[in-house]
């Protein structure tokens, strides 16, 4: 039997990469010390906000010999997640939730796990003693540092993974392995001049060329923070109620984008109308979104974020159905259906909300409807109180 050499075994495995769906395949070493200083930076700078789990596990994240013992190698792989074109005319549709493209149908991670699953097999019988661990966007790696250093593509400005000719719209996944694999050749930056993204953002989170304020970020607020949505940030999120792709819909590096063939990620039918969503029970919100990534926000946090969409709509026919959403038993979405009711009545929401509200007894209600009552009763003269 002819052996074959290892930088054969590894064309052997990009190929099944390919075969397996996976359109972007490179290799480089577990060492990011670069990377790692920088992520601690950011860290210190408390740019992560309320995402305690980026702070966790620094040991494992620069060294990943903490994570597999005696790692020589990381195989990264790209997945194209682009389901359809999308420019920003999306906010003039102020009737509609706009959800990230990434999220219009499966969950990603049930998507690429079993693929990953494979591919790793395929790399067992390659290399029968290795030891590998595989990972999609949950483990303790720096999974675009890695991406990069593996010829991927580069980090631009707006932090997310960019390749040359195919832009941005794709996932990340990663191999470890104690093989010793020929490497790529890192990525170059191409941004160039272009600050395209860091204008766009509509909460200014980009606060400089490849550093994200994740406080700031609207993916952040409406996926990733768990409570009240601040105040100064409601009015920019529009209409958007699932993350943000702003960013990425200006990245000149977009237009070579192509639609994935993939049926998982594209969009499936269902309602995206505001006053329909607002009105889900838990039922309903578990049938609609049971393999969605938006099922990880919870019932909670996803009307939560219809409530401040339907207060950016101008749309008063949604006031009768969030005066419906005052009884609801969660108080965060009360809460926030308390500001969308302000933004849409204006002078006369005090009134409403203290005939519908006269036994609310949670501080987080109360504080926004105080938050209303401050607000009209500067502007108009009008008082309203809860005493």
């Given at each position: 039997m002819v052996s074959l050499s290892t930088e054969e075994k590894v064309r052997a495995i990009e190929q099944a990469a390919t075969d397996l769906g996976f359109d972007g395949f490179g290799v480089t070493g577990p060492n990011l010390p670069k990377a790692t200083k920088r992520y601690q930076r950011w860290l210190a700078l408390e740019y992560e906000g309320k995402m305690g789990y980026m702070s966790r596990w620094m040991d494992k994240r620069s060294d990943l010999n903490n994570v597999l013992a005696g790692i020589k190698s990381v195989i990264c792989l790209r997945t194209n997640y682009l389901p359809e074109d999308k420019d920003l005319r999306f906010l003039e549709d102020t009737d509609n939730g706009d959800i990230s493209l990434y999220a219009l149908n499966e969950d990603y991670h049930d998507v690429?796990?079993?693929?990953?699953?494979?591919?790793?097999?395929?790399?067992?019988?390659?290399?029968?003693?290795?030891?590998?661990?595989?990972?999609v966007d949950t483990g303790p790696v720096l999974e675009k540092p890695l991406a990069e250093q593996a010829g991927i593509g580069w980090i631009g400005k707006h932090t997310n993974l960019i390749s040359e000719g195919i832009g941005s719209w794709y996932f990340l996944s990663e191999i470890l392995t104690d093989i010793d694999l020929p490497l790529n050749q890192?990525?170059?930056?191409?941004?160039?001049?272009?600050?395209?993204?860091?204008?766009?953002?509509?909460?200014?989170?980009?606060v400089a060329p490849y550093v994200l304020d994740s406080r700031r970020c609207i993916s952040y607020l409406n996926i990733e923070l768990k409570g009240?949505?601040?105040?100064?940030?409601?009015?920019?999120?529009?209409?958007?109620?699932?993350?943000?792709?702003?960013?990425?819909?200006?990245?000149?590096?977009?237009?070579?984008?192509?639609?994935?063939?993939?049926?998982?990620?594209h969009g499936?039918?269902?309602?995206?109308?505001?006053?329909?969503?607002?009105?889900?029970?838990?039922?309903?919100?578990?049938?609609?979104?049971?393999?969605?990534?938006?099922?990880?926000?919870?019932?909670?946090?996803?009307?939560?974020?219809?409530?401040?969409?339907?207060?950016?709509?101008?749309?008063?026919?949604?006031?009768?159905?969030?005066?419906?959403?005052?009884?609801?038993?969660e108080p965060l979405i009360r809460a926030h259906a308390v500001w969308a009711l302000g933004e849409l009545l204006q002078e006369k929401a005090p009134t409403v909300l203290w005939e519908?509200?006269?036994?609310?007894?949670?501080?987080?209600?109360?504080?926004?409807?105080?938050?209303?009552?401050?607000?009209?009763?500067?502007?108009?003269?009008?008082?309203?109180?809860l005493e």
């Open positions: 690429l796990l079993p693929r990953l699953k494979q591919l790793d097999a395929k790399i067992h019988q390659a290399f029968p003693d290795c030891q590998t661990k595989v990972y890192p990525a170059k930056d191409r941004c160039g001049t272009c600050r395209e993204c860091i204008d766009i953002c509509p909460t200014r989170a980009i009240v949505i601040p105040l100064q940030f409601r009015q920019a999120i529009g209409n958007r109620i699932y993350g943000c792709d702003d960013c990425q819909i200006v990245c000149p590096w977009n237009s070579f984008a192509v639609k994935t063939d993939e049926q998982a990620f499936k039918e269902g309602v995206r109308l505001l006053i329909e969503l607002i009105k889900l029970d838990d039922e309903g919100f578990r049938q609609r979104f049971r393999h969605s990534p938006i099922k990880r926000i919870k019932r909670r946090g996803f009307l939560r974020n219809v409530a401040v969409a339907l207060g950016n709509s101008g749309n008063l026919d949604a006031v009768a159905p969030l005066i419906e959403v005052l009884g609801d038993p519908s509200l006269a036994r609310e007894s949670d501080e987080m209600v109360l504080t926004e409807i105080r938050n209303v009552d401050k607000t009209f009763r500067r502007s108009s003269g009008s008082y309203f109180s």
